[in-house]
């Protein structure tokens, strides 16, 4: 657990754990054949909004070694995900078909 939950109530701490759930999701979504960048950032956002008190600060797909954005998720990525859930900036990441 990050040490910036311990600014977190409990139940905010719960509503932060969508933030993983949402990237886990958008990998699973990746790995069943979702082939547009575009349509996987609106589903995180949309995911997202359902955090009482959450301001996203960006959500991005990107290649694992040199963080450029990709245009298409059949390579090697990692889902970066920062926001704020009322004072605590959260940052999150998850990787697709990567070692690192």
């Known amino acids: 657990m990050s040490s910036r939950n311990r600014y977190l109530s409990a139940s905010e701490r719960e509503d932060a754990s969508m933030i993983f759930k949402m990237l886990t999701h958008l990998k699973l979504q990746i790995e069943q054949g979702e082939s547009s960048v575009s349509r996987l950032i609106q589903m ?5 909004r359902d955090i009482p008190g959450f301001k996203l600060d960006y959500l991005v797909i990107v290649n ?26 959260l940052i999150d990441n998850i990787g697709v078909n990567d070692e690192i």
Request: hydrophobic share 30%; net charge negative.
């Open 64 to 89: 694992p070694v040199t963080l450029d954005p990709v245009s298409h998720p059949d390579q090697p990525l990692r889902i970066l995900c920062a926001g704020y859930l009322k004072d605590t900036r």
């Open 44 to 48: 995180g956002e949309n995911l997202l």
